[in-house]
């Protein structure tokens, strides 16, 4: 599902995805414009701090995602463990704890709460000469892949 960069959309559409789907784990991924072969696993959302205006011109009321939610929120996710044990031949994978204060980030925080921190994010390049569409397709799907083996580790 495309989420569009309209903070109260993005919202409604996150809400809509726990309430009706109801899924284990929901996987985010957004366009970190300024990288070239680099993937960013994000560890934490962030409530605060959303100034920025979104593609209609808004920011969220008071500038956060959830009034009186907390701080932060962490994943359920041990991205620092995936980060570690994980590798895509012809791409760099870094850990984050801070998706910026824009869509990703706002998007990323409110999928955590209404998931209960079942949510994860992650930051993509570009498509380009050495990232392709099917490239990158495979890497998601070996991250997702080992996402989904934590989450069944943590059922048991």
């Not at 994980?86 to 869509?103: H, K, N, Q, T, W």
């Amino acid at each position: 599902m495309q989420l569009p960069v309209v903070y109260q959309k993005a919202k409604e559409q996150v809400c809509k995805i726990w309430t009706s789907l109801q899924p284990l784990l929901t996987v985010h991924v957004g366009l970190a414009s300024s990288t070239t072969a680099l993937i960013i696993l994000e560890q934490c959302g962030k409530n605060k701090g959303y100034q920025e205006r979104d593609a209609c011109g808004f920011h969220p009321e008071g500038a956060c995602c959830v009034l009186d939610g907390p701080e932060k929120i962490e994943s359920t996710i041990n991205m620092k463990t995936l980060w570690k044990n994980i590798s895509v031949e012809g791409i760099d994978i870094i850990l984050s704890r801070d998706a910026g204060r824009y869509i990703c980030d706002y998007t990323y925080y409110t999928s955590l709460y209404y998931g209960n921190g079942r949510a994860a994010f992650i930051h993509v390049p570009p498509l380009s000469e050495s990232v392709t569409a099917e490239f990158l397709g495979k890497a998601l799907q070996t991250i997702i892949l080992a996402m989904l083996e934590q989450c069944g580790e943590q059922r048991e």
